[in-house]
Each structure stands twice: as structure tokens, then as C-alpha cells.
């Protein structure tokens, strides 16, 4: 069985979360993925659909420098239970990413780097990615751009309507050879890439898409976060005993 370390990338400033009001929605750091999401952190909802898997030998988390003290305190049950080592984040994203990656282990077959943010996952669709990764090297869950798009000015004034055919949005985890994207980040330089992919990109590796579900958003506003309250108990639920998970939703009676 190949084996998977996965990166929860949750050093961000979350600036633009804040902006919208994130004030409203609760104590500590106002960033989005330590907000409860309906009696647990985006964070945990993320973390825990890997930290149930046979597969995945290795959860890392980048979290800011300044928020690690409070962090540990916060959340000491959730770290202790998924057994989820911590590692300072950097500047940029990439910088987080770049750091954890260097603590995964070296008999790990694949890296899958996911946004924590990004909390309505599903173990299906982690299954499905991880399975394609060891037919591919390197995949990423995407969903096909459905709206008409405009190319605008600084002015808002629309200057083209873009051709949406064959364009798709990009989302995590995003799951790749260890070693490829070890190349991948020690030819990166001062590139600062909008996600792994680009990088993999870079090397001349095909990166293979393998279609997502728009229910797998990225919070990145406050509207965005109720979007997901609402979303959050529509997601298909694990039967059988996952059901006894100690953060999960579903109540345990009826599953024998």
C-alpha cells in the first residue's frame, strides 16, 4: 500500500476573512480556519477526514509563528488525537508549504498539500485522488469554470469576455510524488506559485485533473463561512463505525 503524508497549509493571514466582518464569529485569532464550524475548527473537519485513514502515515500542519502558543493550547485534544505535528509557517504560502515538506519522512510515497480552509471534504474524493496520484504522479481536484467570464481594467471596466471552455478552477488537496515535488520547491527560487501544481508545472510534469465538487470551497470571506454552515451537514456521511469518530457529527446509535 502506498503510503501519503498530508500538509494542512493554515499559516495564512486570512486579511480579506477579516475584512468582511469575521468579528462576528468568534474569539481567539480572527482567522478562518480556527473558527468553529458548527462545533468544530475548519481546521479539525479538514485534518480529521486524513487523520481516519489507513493510508496516511504523516499529518503536518503550518500554522504562524505567533499564533503557536495559542494554537496548542486551543486545540491540545484535537493535536493529541490526530497525532498532527506543527510546523511554523513563513512568509508566503509556498514558504509553509516548503517548510512542512521538509519534516516529511523519507519512506513516504506521496505528499497531498491541502488548503485547511478548506473543510467540506469528503474520504470519497480524498480516496479517488489519492488513487489517481499513484497512477499519474501528480493530480489535482478541479471543477469546470461554468460562469461567463470578463477580463476587466483597473477601472472595472470589462475589456474581453474570456472563453471559459476548457478552463477549470483549481482546488485541494493537491497530491504529488514526494520526490517530484521535492524537485519541484528546490528549483523554485524567489517564484512565489499560486499553488504545488504550478510549480510541478514548472518542471515540464503533466499535472492530471481529476473533477472535484464545487462543495469543496475555499473560506475565504465571511460569506463564505456561512456558505459553508449551510453546505456542511449536506456532505455524503461515513457509515459504519467512522461514525464513533470523537468529532464527528453523526450520532453513533443505528450504526450496528
Known amino acids: 500500500m502506498a503510503t501519503f503524508a498530508v500538509i494542512l497549509a493554515a499559516a495564512g493571514k486570512s486579511s480579506r476573512f477579516q475584512s468582511k466582518g469575521a468579528e462576528i464569529l468568534g474569539s481567539g485569532p480572527q ?9 468544530r475548527a475548519v481546521w479539525v473537519r479538514s485534518a480529521e477526514i486524513f487523520s481516519n485513514r489507513e493510508d496516511v502515515k504523516q499529518l503536518i500542519i503550518s500554522v504562524a509563528p505567533d499564533d503557536i502558543d495559542w494554537f496548542k493550547q486551543k486545540f491540545r485534544p484535537n493535536l493529541a488525537f490526530m497525532e498532527i505535528e506543527i510546523v511554523p509557517g513563513g512568509a ?4 509553509s508549504v516548503q517548510n512542512a515538506l521538509a519534516r516529511v519522512k523519507s519512506d513516504i510515497d506521496y505528499v497531498a498539500i491541502h488548503d485547511a480552509a478548506r473543510p467540506l471534504i469528503t474520504d470519497k474524493w480524498v480516496g479517488e485522488l489519492f488513487e489517481a496520484a499513484e497512477k499519474h504522479q501528480a493530480v489535482i481536484p478541479a471543477v469546470r469554470v461554468s460562469s461567463t467570464l470578463k477580463r476587466a481594467g483597473k477601472d472595472r471596466k470589462i475589456q474581453e469576455t474570456v472563453d471559459r ?14 520526490q517530484l515535488l521535492l524537485d519541484a520547491y528546490a528549483k523554485r527560487g524567489d517564484f512565489q506559485p499560486t499553488d504545488e501544481a504550478q510549480l510541478v508545472e514548472h518542471l515540464g510534469q503533466p499535472v492530471t485533473i481529476v473533477e472535484g465538487s464545487p462543495m469543496n470551497q475555499k473560506i475565504t470571506t465571511a460569506a463564505d463561512f456561512r456558505m ?3 453546505l456542511v451537514n449536506a456532505l455524503p456521511k461515513p457509515k459504519g463505525i467512522q461514525a464513533l469518530h470523537p468529532f464527528a457529527d453523526e450520532e453513533p446509535r443505528g450504526i450496528l
Open 31 to 39: 482567522k478562518k480556519p480556527f473558527m468553529d464550524l458548527k462545533g
Open 92 to 95: 508566503e504560502r509556498a514558504d
Open 165 to 178: 471552455a476548457d478552463l477549470w478552477a483549481a482546488q485541494t488537496p493537491q497530491v504529488f510524488q514526494r
Open 228 to 230: 459553508a454552515e449551510a
